[in-house]
């Protein structure tokens, strides 16, 4: 049953059939051989898919996003970080990987905070003479980020389609967070060493609190995000919907000017276009879940692997040396809807946190967005910066080994994910 799932979902792939649709057949194709094919339990599940509470969040994060991107609150974050950093030599690097930790606790999507922390940042450092390879990796890398701290949504899809709790995956995703970003300053130190480039004055303590007032109501987001979670004021959902009406009132009352309402049904549009896709993804990804579990996948993939090995560690390593490769060809939210159910028992039955477990798979996955021949953030920077996908590449690759660190030492030492976890939600 796994090579006849795998065989005929990557068969539509390499058609070109869209991954929803692709994920559809497969799941017929299993019923079908396994002697349970019905139509009317196809839809239903289909229609109890997308009829998911905690899959609200997507589309209100999307909106939040956007009206932020529009209301000119990325700017602000974004010469905020550059009044306390912007002076020192590389500076307008390391803005750029605070403005992406920054931009990440406010939308929750890879390739939002890339296109937009890009569109700011990546002809400043041109203008000061950056190379604009390097500059294009280090925004790109900066971007995913947005993957692992709260609000993400791909946790969010991670926790729909594999019944784990949002809200231990949200506070389970601050420190290793902090720790890419952290990895990214170490990474530039050394990258922009020799670099012979522009540094900006330094700001004076007036200019930076200035941007810091400037700043501040954009940087509550996350906090509240976190302080509701925690406190047991609002569920994922709930705190979508909150930060979405916060973004559309600051962009109107703080910020206004730069936001008009002529402006917002294109933003509700996109908005839409893109819940919509993500939305019957979705849907189809939870139909084949239903399929896989009737179809006893998880139970053959178990037996396969404790064939190979009985350490959970080892068996880690394995899996995400397979989802690196997954990453390589496929794209980071269909790839999380496919592989999650079919992973996940294997790991609970390793004894492995499946919150622990969700943090790897998301970092290593959003690493294929960094990564050809299909990195969405890669084709966005590259678009945004005007130079070829192959030159962008090039700039990523240092940051992309600090990244394949990090995700080594976590799985060495895990309790760097659920001890703050732990501590945080009081689990």
């Known amino acids: 049953m796994i090579w006849i799932f795998l065989g005929v979902l990557f068969f539509f792939l390499f058609l070109g059939v869209p991954v929803a649709f692709s994920l559809l057949l497969s799941a017929i194709a299993m019923t079908l051989v396994i002697g349970i094919f019905d139509p009317q339990i196809i839809a239903q599940n289909l229609v109890y898919g997308a009829n998911n509470f905690p899959l609200m969040a997507i589309p209100f994060f999307i909106l939040a996003g956007e009206i932020m991107n529009a209301g000119g609150i990325s700017r602000r974050v974004v010469h905020f970080a550059s009044t306390l950093i912007g002076h020192i030599k590389g500076g307008l690097g390391y803005v750029a990987i605070l403005a992406g930790v920054m931009f990440a606790g406010l939308s929750g999507s890879a390739v939002a905070d890339a296109a937009a922390l890009g569109a700011i940042i990546i002809p400043m450092m041109a203008a000061q003479g950056y190379d604009i390879k390097k500059a294009s990796g280090l925004v790109g890398s900066s971007g995913i980020i947005a993957t692992v701290i ?16 949002v809200t231990q995956l949200f506070m389970a995703g601050i420190v290793p967070g902090i720790l890419m970003g952290t990895g990214l300053m170490v990474a530039w130190y050394i990258v922009s060493r020799k670099g012979n480039f522009a ?16 700043a501040i109501w954009a940087l509550l987001l996350p906090v509240i995000i976190i302080v509701g979670l925690r406190g047991g004021i609002f569920t994922p959902t709930e705190a979508a919907v909150v930060v979405s009406v916060y973004a559309f009132i600051l962009s109107f009352t703080v910020y206004k000017g730069e936001l008009t309402l002529r402006q917002m049904p294109s933003i509700l549009v996109n908005a839409a276009k893109t819940t919509g896709v993500v939305m019957f993804l979705a849907a189809c990804a939870l139909v084949t879940s239903w399929v896989i579990t009737v179809a006893q996948i998880p139970d053959e993939l178990v037996s396969i692997i404790s064939g190979i090995t009985e350490n959970p560690t080892l068996l880690l ?3 995400v040396f397979f989802l690196l490769l997954v990453g390589l060809v496929m794209d980071m939210t269909p790839a999380i809807l496919i592989f999650t159910p079919v992973l996940l028992p ?21 690493i294929g967005l960094i990564t050809p021949p299909v990195g969405t953030v890669l ?22 080994l600090v990244y394949i660190i ?3 030492l976590l799985i060495l030492f895990p309790a760097v994910v659920t001890t703050p976890m732990e501590w945080i939600t009081g689990t």
Do not use: C, H
């Open 379 to 400: 084709f966005v920077i590259s678009g945004i910066s005007k130079i070829s996908l192959i030159n962008v590449t090039k700039g990523i690759w240092p940051f992309l």
């Open 317 to 319: 390593l394995i899996i």
């Open 406 to 408: 990090i995700v080594i």
């Open 346 to 366: 294997v790991i609970e039955t390793a004894g492995i946190d499946p919150i622990f477990f969700g943090i790897i798979m998301v970092i290593v996955l959003s």
């Open 150 to 165: 709260p609000p993400s949504i791909p946790l969010i899809l991670f926790g729909v389609i594999g019944g784990v709790s």
């Open 199 to 214: 540094v900006t004055e330094k700001a004076s303590g007036k200019e930076r609190l200035k941007a810091f007032y400037q």
